[in-house]
């Protein structure tokens, strides 16, 4: 399975709606660096309203894409995590303090923008 | 039950249902003072928990007609005492028994219907303290969960920005409630700042700290900023003296600090109409 | 609903079934959502171990009462090289794979009550549960 990546001007936006495997986040983590590779992005919104589940895999798999990205040049918010979500990462002990984060989509567009261009 | 004491029963109904309704009103003069309000209205509840003990006698065992337990638990549920059941049922088997007594009949006789008054009755009396156990453990669980609610409300203040005011010692229990909470809280009322009032909070030490760490690490992943205020001196003391950081978030010493801050964050003003 | 549902772990695949079945069960149960989520998470954990150190084994999900206390239990069984040290193993951050090490500490953390045996060669069992509130 693969999670679409959009492109609108110097953004990609990503919206996870799928019970995401091994494979299909490994597969989006290689999708997302190629699409910034290609596109010369300069900011990605990945938005998790519709997960349910972050298990320390997936949570290492998008902190690593966060990371990965940013040395590409690319800054990564990431927006809509749900209470439930947050809760368990906080008991597992994942703050990912170093991660971006806005509260939907929008906000998180609103937040790439101020970043990017002061 | 024995023939013979249901028509005994039956035929001197009028005269237990007096001897009841005296001795039930005595147990209520001497109780009165505690439960004066309910006790006092219960006059027709009287009349109706004497009739149903005739009924069921007369219809045997109390499993196969629900309307005692009905009563009870609508008698319990009025706020009556759990003692008015217990004593009222006390109270039949006293006057029933009495009238056997005056009845003058062969001691081994009398033995056995005694038996069978007590084996009767005492289901009863077991249905009735079980009933009022189960209604009492659901109030208490039901008030519960209302306190804690009650405990950790979030109050949206301005356009994005609320606050939740902590009143009261934190342990485990109660910090996975703020949690809950504050995080449900922020994504209803969309709040971009949340301001954790610790004012009210009487000891701050490493555990509480713990907590309300985790509880601002969580409102961030779901992309919302916490500030922590109502930081008095001795509080500030003990934080850095037991070695804890708070460095990852902002802090302020007053509410008030801390609203112009999240004003600020949220690009808003309060314009003054002087 | 009384009987313990199991999931053979042998491929990434089965960890989303493992899962999947154990947000069912709570859902079922009455779990809350903040719970079912918790419930979830750490069937993942522990299924991904298997698959990882283990190779295979198996998760196995049972609704308990205890004198009227509901709850859920998950044992996590393999028959793989075991863990050498089980306090190490708990510790945040601990990792032989390049992992986050969260996930053991984690599930302690995110269940109510929890267990490890493991014997070198023989293969590991962790038991985990999680009461109604
Ligand atoms: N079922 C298992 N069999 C053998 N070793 C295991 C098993 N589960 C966990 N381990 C060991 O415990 C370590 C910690 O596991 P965990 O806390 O899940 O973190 P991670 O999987 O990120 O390494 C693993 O790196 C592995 O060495
Ligand atoms: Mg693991």
């Known amino acids: ?118 | 039950m024995d023939n013979l004491i249901v028509q005994m029963i039956n035929e001197n109904q009028e005269t237990l249902k007096n001897n009841w309704l005296k001795e039930v009103n005595l147990f209520k003069d001497k109780e009165i003072a505690s439960y004066s309000t309910t006790l006092k209205l219960s006059e027709e509840t009287d009349q109706q928990f004497f009739e149903l003990l005739i009924k069921h006698i007369n219809y045997h065992d109390i499993s196969k007609d629900g309307t005692l337990d009905q009563f009870f638990d609508q008698v319990l549920h009025t706020g009556l005492p759990l003692k008015y059941l217990t004593q009222g049922l006390q109270i039949a088997r006293r006057v029933i028994l009495n009238m056997l007594v005056e009845a003058e009949m062969e001691q081994e006789k009398l033995a056995a219907l005694y038996r069978e008054i007590d084996s009767w009755l005492d289901p009863i009396l077991n249905r009735v303290v079980e009933n009022s156990s189960q209604i009492w453990e659901r109030t208490v669980s039901i008030q519960k969960t209302a306190l804690l609610e009650l405990s950790a409300p979030l109050i949206p203040v301005f356009k994005n920005i609320s606050v939740m005011p902590l009143i009261g010692s934190i342990d485990t229990e109660r910090a996975k409630l703020i949690m809950e909470n504050l995080l449900n809280g922020v994504i209803k009322y969309r709040s971009e700042v949340v301001l954790i009032d610790i004012t009210g909070v009487p000891v701050v030490d490493t555990m509480v700290a713990h907590h309300i760490i985790q509880a601002a690490d969580a409102v961030r992943l779901l992309g919302s900023t916490c500030i922590l205020v109502g930081i008095r001196p001795e509080i500030a003391q003990t934080i850095v003296s037991l070695g804890i950081d708070l460095s990852l978030f902002p802090t302020k010493s007053t509410l008030q600090k801390g609203m112009e801050n999240a004003l600020e964050i949220t690009n808003q003003q309060l314009i003054s109409n002087e | 609903m009384d009987i313990q549902s199991c999931v053979e772990v042998r491929n990434e695949w089965d960890i989303v079934s493992a899962r999947q079945l154990g947000r069912n069960m709570a859902k079922e149960l009455g779990f809350g959502n903040v719970d079912q989520a918790r419930i979830t998470t750490a069937i993942s954990e522990l299924a991904r171990n298997i698959y990882l150190y283990a190779g295979r084994g198996k998760i196995c999900i049972e609704p308990i009462d205890q004198l009227g206390r509901k709850g859920l239990r998950i044992v996590a069984l393999d028959n793989g090289p075991g863990i050498r040290e089980i306090r190490k193993v708990m510790e945040d951050g601990y990792t032989t794979s390049g992992g986050l090490g969260a996930g053991l500490p984690g599930v302690k953390r995110l269940m109510d009550e929890f267990s490890i045996e493991s014997t070198v060669d023989v293969g590991t069992e962790i038991s985990a549960t999680k009461w109604l509130r």
């Open chain 1, 1 to 118: 399975m693969r999670i679409p990546i959009l492109k609108l001007h110097e953004y990609l936006l990503i919206t996870i709606q799928v019970e995401m495997d091994d494979q299909t986040a490994l597969q989006f983590q290689e999708d997302l660096l190629n699409k910034i590779h290609d596109t010369g992005a300069k900011g990605v919104v990945i938005d998790l309203t519709s997960v349910d589940m972050i298990d320390s895999f997936i949570a290492k798999v998008l902190g690593d894409v966060v990371r990965m990205s940013k040395l590409m040049g690319a800054q990564v918010v990431l927006t809509g995590i749900q209470p439930a979500v947050a809760i368990t990462l906080i008991d597992l002990g994942i703050s990912m303090r170093e991660v971006s984060t806005a509260l939907d989509l929008e906000q998180g567009l609103d937040k790439l923008r101020l970043e990017l261009e002061g």
